[in-house]
């Protein structure tokens, strides 16, 4: 085998168990896991998760930092764009943009979601650092500033920050319970649509008072 090939073998046998710990975390949580599962979901050894990361722990703690890199890479362009978008098409299309990015990277990142709401439940026991997006946080600010005129009174970038969270991530995290009842499929295109335009909606009213 080239040297090629050496290197390869275990950079894909790494990203296939981190693969296989985010779906078995994410659904069984932390202390359900366990390494010969995710081994096995991996279709790789029951020792080659410890022999890569440790121990349990250490495989969780990657899986977390890998969604979070996706995470802020993900948002930080899509404040990018929604700048650009604010500043060439207006209000609401910055927002479009701004709000449609954040829902389409939750709804093609499900488990991320599930991760986060069972971190909320057991952060007393798992949480190693602070679970915020500094890439969101930094955007959103960026974008209340550039929308406030010179000396006009400012919304709060922190509230809007919770608020813009709240109004996407809610619906997505109760997906199989509150909306489920309602009818909804929330990781469906269309909802998502729909979500999309109605908290855009109460942002510009809300910005624009």
Same mark, same amino acid.
């Given at each position: ?7 390869? *073998? ?5 990203? #296939? ?5 985010? *779906? ?82 939750? *709804? ?50 922190? *509230? ?5 969270? #709240? ?26 649509? #729909? ?15």
């Amino acid at each position: 085998m080239s040297a090629t090939g050496v290197t390869r *073998q275990p950079e894909r046998s790494r990203k #296939a168990i981190l693969d296989a710990a985010e *779906q078995v975390f994410a659904r069984h949580g932390y202390d359900g896991a366990s390494l010969a599962e995710i081994g096995r979901v991996a279709e790789v050894s029951a020792a080659l998760p410890a022999y890569f990361f440790g121990d349990k722990r250490g495989l969780y703690d990657r899986v977390i930092e890998r969604l979070f890199e996706e995470r802020d890479v993900q948002l930080e362009r899509v404040c990018h764009a929604a700048a650009r978008a604010l500043e060439r098409e207006g209000l609401r299309r910055g927002l479009e943009v701004l709000v449609g990015g954040y829902l389409r990277f939750l *709804q093609l990142r499900p488990t991320f979601v599930t991760l986060m709401s069972r971190e909320a439940l057991e952060i007393p026991r798992r949480a190693t650092r602070r679970r915020h997006s500094p890439a969101l946080e930094a955007g959103l600010a960026g974008f209340v500033r550039s929308i406030v005129p010179p000396g006009g009174p400012a919304p709060d970038p922190d *509230q809007l920050l919770v608020s813009l969270v #709240a109004l996407c991530w809610f619906p997505l995290e109760h997906d199989a319970t509150m909306l489920a009842g309602m009818g909804y499929d929330t990781y469906s295109d269309e909802f998502i649509a #729909a979500r999309t335009e109605h908290v855009v909606d109460v942002l510009v009213r809300t910005l624009e008072r």
